[in-house]
């Protein structure tokens, strides 16, 4: 069985500051790690992947995430905020052997001016 | 045409109606999914289909009824829908056999009224 829990529903920071969502996972075998962004009415669009190679991934819009096996973490972040990242963000596992992604329930970013 | 292509975008239909979405994909994946996201809900996966066939059913009821002719398209059809099938319907496809990463259409927002 695999299961993700994003902490927090809801994070707000300021315009340039770091961003933080984490991301903790249950997988009874080496995982899959995915983040996921979707803006509003629109379906949801990979930003980085991770696939049992470097541990530190770099996504598009200048994200990262590193994933931490001894925590089962793989918390998404990137260094200054910008309006343009005001988005849901979706955490999601799979493994070898059942491809079928399991989601996490989102986290709302809100960006203050 | 690249990715992953949904039809209709919105939708507004009867309880009484009978209507179908439909997606598309030109990816040369061989799994595809069917998705609701409603408001302050987690993502439902509602349908796997892989290689044509369907493979996993999450107690959706009997009013949504899936269709994949091929692997390229996958269809939804509705009839007799509820006020609280309202939601925003997401298609999905990935590489069978591969580490499970979908891609994702734009998505059908459905009213009912």
């Known amino acids: 069985a695999q299961s993700v829990t994003q902490l927090g529903s809801h994070v707000s920071v300021s315009e340039g500051a770091l961003v933080l969502l984490r991301c903790n996972y249950s997988?009874?075998?080496?995982?899959?790690l995915f983040w996921y962004v979707q803006y509003p009415n629109q379906g949801l669009q990979l930003l980085l992947k991770?696939?049992?190679?470097?541990?530190l991934v770099k996504g598009i819009n200048g994200f990262e995430a590193e994933f931490k096996k001894s925590e089962t973490s793989f918390h998404l972040t990137k260094p200054s905020a910008h309006m343009s990242d005001a988005a849901e963000y979706f955490c999601?596992?799979?493994?070898?052997?059942?491809?079928?992604?399991?989601f996490g329930t989102g986290t709302r970013l809100t960006i203050i001016p | 045409e690249t990715g992953v292509t949904q039809t209709p975008r919105h939708l507004v239909m009867g309880m009484t109606n009978k209507k179908s979405l439909k997606c598309e994909q030109h990816?040369?994946?061989?799994?595809m999914y069917w998705y609701k996201q409603s408001a302050k809900k987690p993502l439902e996966l509602m349908f796997v289909?892989?290689?044509?066939?369907?493979?996993e059913n999450n107690s959706v009821p009997s009013r949504f009824s899936p269709e994949c002719p091929n692997s390229s398209h996958l269809f939804l059809h509705l009839h007799t829908l509820q006020p609280e099938d309202s939601a925003l319907y997401l298609c999905?496809?990935?590489?069978?056999?591969?580490?499970?990463?979908?891609?994702f259409g734009q998505g059908s927002r459905l009213t009912v009224v």
């Open positions: 997988s009874s075998v080496p995982p899959y």
């Open positions: 289909y892989n290689f044509k066939e369907q493979t």
């Open positions: 991770y696939t049992s190679a470097a541990t």
């Open positions: 999601a596992v799979s493994n070898f052997g059942n491809e079928k992604l399991t």
């Open positions: 990816l040369g994946h061989n799994a």
């Open positions: 999905a496809s990935s590489q069978d056999r591969g580490i499970g990463e979908a891609f």
